[in-house]
Structure formats: C-alpha cells, structure tokens
C-alpha cells in the first residue's frame, strides 16, 4: 500500500478511471450486440467504482468504499435482471442486436 | 294582509305539462298525454277564476279598510304582489322575481287561458293523427307558461323573459312540421323579425332602468307621478322604443311581415298564438306602461297612426289572398291596428276590449277554418272550396258569428269593441278625426274580405268534386260552440260601462265618448259601412256572379289586385333592401374575408407551426436505444461543462472578476 501511495500519484488512478469510463461509453453507444452493451454499463460502473475507491484512499474516508458496495450490489442485481430479459427478449425476437430492438418506435 | 291566490299555480301548472309531455310525452300511452296537456291549462283557468272571484269580491270601497265578507277573509287591495326571491340585487338595483295581479291582468290571463283551454281541446281533435302529438302539446303548454309569465309579470325583466318565451314558443310551433321547408323558414323568419323588435324593447328597458332605477311597475308609476310637470324627452324615446318591441311581437308596420308566413304552423297554433293571445302582447305591454304613454303625446299619436296605417294597409292586402289561413293572418294584423289605435288615442281599456273579443272571434275564426281544412282533407284555397254551408253546418254557423262579429254586426262583440276605440278616435282632433276616417273605411274593407272569405268558402257550390268534406268530432265542434256564443255575446259586458270601470283603476276612466248622440252617428256611419262592404261582396262573390266562376278565379290577378294579390311586393322589397345586403356582407365579408382569411389562416398558420415542428421533433424519438444513450451521455456532457464553467466563474468572482454569463 505504500508504495501505491508514494511511487503512484493520485491522477493516475483518476485517468484511469476516466479511460475505463470513456471506453465503456464508447462501447455503450457503438456496439450493437447487446451483451457488449451490458459489458460496456459494467466497465462504466467499475470505472466509478475505481474513483470512488481512489478517493476513499486519499481522504481516508470510509464512506467512498462502503459506496464502492452499494454500487457492487446494484450492479450485480442489474445483471441477474437484464440478462433475464436479454434472454426473454432474445427467444421472442430471435435477435440481440439493440437497433432491432425498436418496438416502441413512433 | 293578503288573500293567499296561489299566483305560481297559474304559470307553473303548463310547466308541469310541457315537461311531463316533452319529457316522458313518447312513452306515454296518448289518453294520458291528452290528460295532462289538457288539465295543465284547465288548472290554470281555474287558478285565474278562483283569483278572480278571491277578489271580486273585496269591490265594495269600506271592505278594503275593514274586513268584511265571510269569517276568516281578509281582503287586500289591488294590485296584488306576490314576490318568490330575489334575482338581481346590486348596490342601487334590486329585480325580484315577483307577480302582480291586477284588473288588466286579470282580464288577460281569463283570455289567455279560458280561450287557450278551448284551443287545447280543439287541438286533442284537430292533431289526432300526428306522430308529434306529444310534442305539439308540450309546446302548446310551454306557450301558455310564457305567457302567463308574460301577463303576470310584476317588473319588466319578469316581462320579458315571458316576451322572449312567448317568441319562443311561437317559432317552435310555426316550424312544427319542420320537415317542410316552407314552415321551418317560416319559423325563422318570425324568430328573426321577432329579435329586431325584442332588441328595440330591450334598449327601452335600459332606458328606464337608467332613469328610474327600478324596473317594477308599480315603482316607476310612482316616481312618474311625484313628477307631474315630466313630460316628452327622454320618455318619448323610452315608449318610442318599447313601441318598437310592440310592433315586432303584434305584428304592426313595419314588422309585421312575419305573421302570414306564421300560417305554416298547425291552425289551432295561429288560432291560439298568431290571433289570440302571443300577438296582442304588444298592446297588452302598452296598456301596461299607459303611464309613460300618457306623458308623451308625441309617442302617443306615433302609435295611433301606426295601429291605423296597419289596419287599412292590412286589410287591403286580405283582400286579394285566396290562401283562406292567410285571408285571416291579413285580418288579424288589421284587427291588431285597431287595438294600437285604441292605445294610442289613450283609449286603453277599449284597445283591452278589443284585445278580449277579437280573441274571442279570431280564435273562433282560425279554428273554423280549421275545421273547414280538417273536413276538406287539408285543402287551404279558397278557390277549391264552396258548398261548405251543407256539409258542416256546425261549422258554418259559427264561422257566420265569427264574420258577423268581426263586421262589426250591431249587437256581436267586435261592434261594441270597434265603436269604443273609433269613438275615442274622434275625440282626439285633427289628427283623430283622419284616424277615425281611416278606421272607418277599414272596417268597410274588413266586412268585405270577410264576407269574401264566407262566401267562397261556404256558398254556391263545391268547386272540387273530389272533396267529401265532414264535420268534425266534438273536440273540434265543442269549443267552435263556445267561441260562438262567446263572440256573439262577449260584446255585452261592456253594457253601461262596467267593463271599463273595472279597468278604469289601471287604464284610468273611461275616455271621453263624447254626447250621446254623436256616439249614435258614428255607430251608425260604421255600422252603414260594414253594410256597404258586405254588399260589394255581396255582389261580386255571390254564387253565379262573374268574378266567382271557374275562368275568374283560376286567372291571373291583374293591375291593382295583382299588387294586393303580392302584398305591395312588401316582402320583395325587404329581401332586396335588408336581406340581400346583409346575405351578402354576410357571406363575402364576414364568411370569406373574416373567417376563411383572417381567422381561418390564423388558426391554419398557428396549427400549421405546431404540426410542422412536432414533425420535426418527432425524428428525435428514433426508438434507436444507442442514438437515446447518446443524447443521455450529450446531455450529461452538457451539465458537467456547465457546471465546470460555473466553478471557474465562481473562482473568478471569489476574486473580485465579474462574469456575465448563465445569469451570473
């Protein structure tokens, strides 16, 4: 832990956190296939999780980790429930890519 | 203390019936419907006569003061109030629903709903086999409720909702058949002229609420007489206005054009509102505001000529109508000169007389023609008519009392009538004197077009072999009856004075008839021309004189009869003169540049902005979830940017650096 703390500077993990965040989005909005969109949300949350943890670690504040278990248990009962659908959704459409996926269309 | 009369019973009782009728009147089984529209009116007579005997009997002058008559009575004077709420209470203007009972009302709401009961049982016969049956009789009582409203109105705006009801009424059953286009055009026509008379009203009763404050009766006949020395003025204008409603509702020049085209209506509807009883309102609402007239002999001798110009250019153009409806429609607006020329030479009660038996014969007449059109299968010229006297008898001999009576026949009703209101014409100058001329020479040309009438109709022989006529039953035959002895005697009451003597408290004393045996003269004069005017019927339409064979009467009019035949083109020259213009701006100004441009291309433009942007926000909602993800993600981009900015105007302005901009 030490040595995080010296040898690697607070902005590192920040950026880090900022690409994982921006390659969830970039994968969120260019991917078709909607389990990589899935992907994509929980690389976007991990991105946050990542910052949350970076902060709770500077400011030796606990409540940015305890954060960090709230957004674990969300996410992980975010994909029990959209993988339901996606499933339900596949065996009536026989399709997972999202821009099929249009019925509420005007 | 007053005599409870139970005023309400007399309007609300046809109420009752129109509602029950209007309402229900389809699933009713018929007898009940009949029951119903005929005790409605019945009630109400009753009501009136149980009112008028109430009264009657409080005469002598030492029971007002002292109680007197039988134990547990207590007289009350007239008018009698009776007041049911408040409807319209301001800082300085208070109107209540309220009805006064008086001489003169008195002696309308008998007419109004003996003569109207005798009408309701005529109809029962007359409209027997009409699928609106139920429907005629809810309109026949929601007349009569008007009506009496009309009639018991203790303020004026009580008045006019009865005016306008009346109004009401009346174009409901003129366009009864409304399947015909003739009478639904009819009904809107009488609708029509009705309003531009009803809006001349209407400003006079703004006129007396700005000069008087009060629109009750009583009220403004008092402040009238704390000011004996006001006169002319601003009051002329107030009785030149209601004079102008006047004319609208009873059918005085200029708009009585409505009135003949009224005949559309089922007959027993012209006997009871076009002759009897809706059309004389107008001189009923000017014996009522005698007191204004009084003080204005400008508006006075304005009414006087208007009733007597009526009368003879009425008359002239019965003359030449063959449609027989029509032959009386010309004479009840001739007969309803007469009445405005009663008032307007002051003669009040006698108009009020007149009033009372012509609803008596001119009532008895349209349902005799009824009668004649009912046995005839529903034939109306006269021309297709003759022989009647031997088929319906009954219907013959009362039709003759009825043209007697209204010829002015010495000893039937309309000769009493007639004479009081022409002698009261001579009494009032110059100008009296022209009217009484006129009247004269009226009544000659109203015993002639009604003996025309009797005898193409009744005499010689029938002119149509196909007609089988027979009489009617006694629904139809029982109130002709009574109609007749009424017309034959209704005259009498008038014998000694006493009819005006009753009147005399409202209408003031009788007017000045002048010595006793100039009173002789004139009703010899009018009597002899009568004579005269039956005789040139005599000789013209008797049965084998030239004018009544089949080539006469089946050619053209020619030279003057042709222009009585059109009625002075009277109607023409309104359709090119008001109706035209008024079509026109109508439909090329208001219509197409108002409406179509002008509010038309408003609304489209407005419409035309809303459809035109939705359909351009509409591509938004793509239903493509990556294109909704990237406006989330654009549109949280765009508060991080702003609330990046924001912080660093923040930081500037902790620094003393102001920054205008996001409202900052």
Redesign the interface.
Request: charged share 30%; no cysteine; net charge neutral.
């Given at each position: 832990m030490n040595f995080i703390q010296q040898d690697v500077p607070l902005n590192w993990y920040l950026l880090l956190s900022a690409a994982l965040f921006c390659l969830g989005?970039v994968g969120?909005?260019?991917k078709?296939n909607i389990i990589t969109?899935f992907m994509s949300i929980e690389l976007m949350l991990n991105a946050v999780n990542l910052s949350f943890v970076t902060f709770a670690h500077q400011w030796h504040a606990v409540k940015g980790q305890i954060f960090v278990f709230f957004v674990m248990m969300v996410a992980a009962a975010e994909a029990a429930v959209g993988l339901a659908i996606i499933i339900a959704v596949f065996r009536v459409r026989n399709t997972l890519s999202?821009?099929r996926?249009?019925?509420?269309?005007? | 203390m007053n005599v409870p009369l139970h005023l309400w019973l007399i309007p609300l009782l046809p109420l009752a019936g129109f509602l029950l009728n209007g309402i229900l009147g389809s699933r009713l089984p018929k007898w009940l419907v009949t029951t119903i529209a005929l005790l409605a009116p019945l009630g109400a007579f009753g009501a009136v006569v149980y009112a008028y005997l109430s009264l009657n009997s409080i005469a002598p002058p030492p029971c007002v003061t002292t109680p007197c008559g039988p134990p547990g009575w207590v007289y009350t004077s007239l008018p009698h109030v009776e007041t049911f709420g408040t409807w319209i209470s301001l800082s300085s203007l208070h109107i209540d629903f309220s009805f006064a009972l008086d001489q003169l009302t008195l002696v309308m709401l008998l007419v109004v709903t003996g003569v109207g009961f005798l009408i309701h049982i005529y109809s029962v016969g007359y409209m027997h086999g009409d699928p609106g049956y139920a429907r005629y009789f809810s309109y026949l009582n929601l007349f009569l409720f008007f009506m009496t409203t009309l009639v018991l109105a203790g303020n004026v705006l009580v008045m006019f909702v009865g005016w306008e009801g009346v109004g009401l009424a009346s174009y409901l059953l003129i366009g009864f058949w409304f399947n015909k286009t003739s009478a639904a055009s009819a009904g809107m026509k009488a609708f029509v002229v009705n309003r531009i008379g009803d809006f001349g009203f209407l400003i006079g009763i703004f006129f007396l609420l700005a000069n008087f404050g009060t629109l009750t009766f009583s009220e403004i006949a008092t402040k009238l007489a704390a000011s004996p020395a006001w006169t002319g003025g601003v009051l002329t204008t107030i009785c030149l206005c209601l004079l102008v409603g006047a004319t609208g509702k009873s059918a005085q020049l200029p708009l009585y054009v409505w009135l003949p085209d009224a005949m559309e209506g089922p007959t027993p509807v012209s006997a009871l509102i076009h002759a009897a009883t809706m059309v004389t309102a107008g001189v009923y609402m000017i014996a009522r505001f005698h007191f204004l007239f009084d003080r204005s002999p400008f508006a006075l001798s304005i009414v006087a000529i208007i009733g007597a110009a009526t009368a003879l250019f009425a008359a002239t153009m019965g003359l030449a109508q063959n449609d027989i409806k029509r032959v009386l429609a010309y004479s009840t607006i001739s007969q309803l000169g007469y009445m405005f020329l009663g008032c307007g030479v002051a003669a009040y009660s006698a108009a009020i007389f007149h009033l009372m038996t012509h609803a008596f014969f001119k009532a008895l007449l349209f349902l005799g023609a009824g009668s004649a059109i009912h046995a005839l299968g529903g034939e109306q010229d006269l021309r297709k008519m003759g022989g009647l006297r031997k088929k319906i008898p009954i219907t013959f001999w009362t039709m003759t009392a009825a043209v007697l009576a209204i010829s002015g026949f010495p000893g039937l009703s309309g000769f009493f009538s007639k004479d009081a209101i022409l002698a009261a014409a001579f009494q009032q100058g110059t100008l009296g004197k022209a009217l009484w001329a006129v009247g004269v020479f009226t009544a000659g040309l109203t015993a002639l077009y009604m003996f025309r009438l009797w005898y193409l109709a009744f005499i010689g022989d029938s002119r149509d072999e196909h007609a089988h006529p027979h009489e009617g039953p006694w629904s139809i035959l029982g109130p002709l009856v009574l109609l007749a002895i009424l017309s034959i005697g209704g005259g009498w009451v008038s014998f000694g004075g006493r009819f005006y003597d009753f009147l005399a408290p409202v209408t003031g004393p009788r007017a000045e008839s002048g010595p006793g045996s100039l009173e002789y003269i004139l009703m010899g004069i009018a009597v002899g021309v009568g004579l005269l005017g039956w005789l040139i019927a005599h000789f013209n339409y008797k049965p084998g004189s030239a004018r009544v064979s089949a080539a006469a009467l089946a050619a053209e009019p020619t030279g003057f009869t042709k222009l009585l035949a059109h009625k002075y083109y009277v109607d023409e020259i309104y359709h090119a003169v008001f109706v035209r213009p008024l079509l026109i701006t109508s439909r090329y100004i208001l219509w197409w540049a108002v409406d179509s441009a002008l509010l038309g291309g408003a609304a489209w433009l407005l419409g035309g902005i809303a459809t035109l942007g939705g359909a351009i926000l509409q591509r938004w909602q793509s239903g493509n979830l990556r294109s909704y993800a990237a406006w989330l993600a654009a549109g949280a981009a765009t508060v991080l940017l702003f609330a990046f900015y924001a912080s660093i105007g923040t930081y500037l302005g902790a620094h003393g650096i102001d920054v205008h901009w996001m409202g900052r």
């Open positions: 989005i969120f909005l260019l078709r969109v999202v821009d996926i249009d019925l509420m269309k005007l | -």
